[in-house]
């Protein structure tokens, strides 16, 4: 296996290239030299998906898997690419100073990527318009991020599935209907309506295809934050190419296909229940039983953009992540002291002038 660097030279001065967010091509910061992507498009589904079962049972072929180098970072347990000639670097999910060892990850490659469509500097706007917009956050904070620290352009891992499925279920329909009867409130009789419900055996079959069933393969952020990044574009998936993680860095994946899978499991299960009690109708709805028969079941290895913003702030750590499409920005809330103790002095100052006006007015 030979490992991954996703250098690329500038032919006319030898400096690195990086990928230039927004555009199919290679920038060189330092003589300003420009080269294209050969860019392949596809429809959707048009990247060639993998036999889950096969994966399972290490029957991949060679070409699908792949060696790295990586960093473990002690502190978050990320795993992110790097060169051979890297020897130390900041975590960029925790800001944790690492040193990095000699490790390699073998892994299955990734299929398709969502190139990064927003730059350093729009991602950062998009941070701090997101900041301001925050009550109580402190003003430090926003300013420090203002002031121009790096942020980190990471591709992180996904997992997506398609399989179809077909379902037998044994329930319950149940028919709202009303009764009418007397009741004694207050010494009075009085006619009430009482909703009481009519059940009936329910069975029958629901079917659905699942098609890009989207599962996070990284653990080094909260699951709440990137699933707050969606909806992502996967129609606009590209097929991998190295030229597109030119100048930024590659998370590899933690959570293992066959985890993967459960996860993904979960969700479609739960789709199915909504199509069970759609298929039994009525006003309610229970569901005794539900035997689910899944096949053709395949994968993908993909890589979504995005910018990583890691902070330590009066001795504690902030992350902020940016979808590197969208802008869309999800973090960790801040809060300041101060802000919080004024405003309840303010209204408590308030509450005793309301209290002092209407005491006067009486």
């Given at each position: 296996?030979?490992?991954?660097?996703?250098?690329?030279?500038?032919?006319?001065?030898?400096?690195?290239?990086r990928?230039?967010?927004?555009?199919?091509?290679?920038?060189?910061?330092?003589?300003?030299?420009?080269?294209?992507?050969?860019?392949?498009?596809?429809?959707?589904?048009?990247?060639?998906?993998?036999?889950f079962?096969?994966?399972?049972?290490?029957?991949?072929?060679?070409?699908?898997i792949?060696?790295?180098?990586?960093?473990?970072?002690?502190n978050?347990?990320?795993t992110?690419?790097?060169?051979?000639?890297t020897?130390?670097?900041?975590?960029?999910?925790?800001?944790?100073?690492?040193?990095?060892g000699?490790?390699?990850?073998?892994?299955?490659?990734?299929?398709?990527?969502?190139?990064?469509?927003?730059d350093?500097?729009?991602?950062?706007?998009?941070?701090?318009?997101?900041?301001?917009?925050?009550?109580?956050?402190?003003?430090?904070?926003?300013?420090?991020?203002?002031k121009?620290?790096?942020?980190?352009?990471?591709?992180?891992?996904?997992?997506?599935?398609?399989?179809?499925?077909k379902s037998?279920y044994?329930?319950q329909?149940?028919?709202?209907?009303?009764?009418?009867?007397?009741v004694?409130?207050?010494?009075?009789?009085?006619?009430?309506?009482?909703?009481?419900?009519r059940w009936?055996?329910?069975?029958?079959?629901?079917?659905?295809f699942?098609?890009d069933?989207?599962v996070?393969?990284?653990?080094?952020?909260?699951?709440?934050y990137?699933?707050?990044?969606?909806?992502?574009?996967l129609?606009?998936?590209?097929?991998?190419?190295?030229?597109?993680?030119?100048?930024?860095?590659?998370?590899?994946?933690?959570?293992?296909?066959?985890?993967?899978?459960?996860?993904?499991?979960?969700?479609?299960?739960?789709?199915?229940?909504?199509?069970v009690?759609?298929?039994?109708g009525?006003?309610e709805?229970?569901?005794?039983?539900?035997?689910?028969h899944?096949?053709?079941?395949?994968?993908?290895?993909?890589?979504?953009?995005?910018w990583l913003?890691?902070?330590?702030?009066?001795g504690?750590?902030?992350?902020?992540?940016?979808?590197?499409?969208?802008?869309?920005v999800?973090?960790?809330?801040?809060y300041s002291?101060?802000?919080?103790?004024f405003?309840?002095?303010?209204?408590?100052?308030?509450?005793?002038?309301?209290?002092?006006?209407?005491?006067?007015?009486?």
């Amino acid at each position: 296996m030979t490992e991954q660097e996703h250098h690329f030279p500038c032919t006319a001065c030898g400096s690195d290239l990086r990928f230039d967010p927004g555009d199919d091509r290679l920038i060189c910061d330092h003589c300003g030299h420009v080269e294209a992507i050969e860019v392949t498009r596809t429809a959707r589904g048009g990247i060639k998906e993998l036999d889950f079962r096969t994966a399972i049972d290490n029957r991949l072929s060679a070409e699908e898997i792949e060696e790295t180098r990586v960093i473990t970072c002690p502190n978050c347990g990320a795993t992110t690419e790097h060169d051979a000639d890297t020897h130390a670097a900041e975590c960029p999910f925790c800001a944790t100073p690492v040193v990095t060892g000699t490790g390699t990850h073998r892994h299955i490659k990734p299929r398709g990527l969502l190139p990064f469509d927003l730059d350093e500097g729009r991602a950062r706007d998009a941070l701090i318009n997101w900041l301001g917009s925050l009550w109580f956050a402190p003003n430090g904070l926003t300013d420090y991020a203002r002031k121009g620290r790096k942020m980190n352009g990471i591709y992180v891992p996904y997992w997506t599935f398609d399989a179809d499925t077909k379902s037998s279920y044994r329930g319950q329909r149940g028919t709202h209907y009303y009764e009418t009867k007397t009741v004694v409130r207050d010494g009075k009789r009085k006619q009430v309506r009482v909703r009481k419900t009519r059940w009936r055996p329910a069975s029958g079959r629901v079917a659905r295809f699942f098609d890009d069933v989207l599962v996070l393969a990284s653990r080094s952020l909260p699951k709440r934050y990137t699933d707050g990044l969606e909806p992502w574009d996967l129609s606009a998936l590209e097929p991998y190419k190295p030229e597109y993680l030119a100048g930024f860095r590659a998370e590899g994946y933690q959570v293992e296909l066959a985890d993967g899978f459960t996860e993904a499991r979960q969700y479609m299960d739960r789709m199915i229940l909504r199509d069970v009690k759609y298929d039994i109708g009525g006003d309610e709805q229970r569901v005794s039983d539900v035997d689910t028969h899944v096949s053709d079941v395949t994968f993908k290895h993909i890589l979504l953009p995005v910018w990583l913003a890691a902070y330590k702030y009066r001795g504690k750590s902030y992350r902020f992540v940016v979808n590197g499409r969208t802008g869309r920005v999800q973090g960790e809330r801040p809060y300041s002291a101060w802000k919080i103790t004024f405003a309840v002095l303010f209204g408590l100052i308030v509450a005793l002038i309301v209290g002092y006006v209407i005491a006067m007015n009486q």
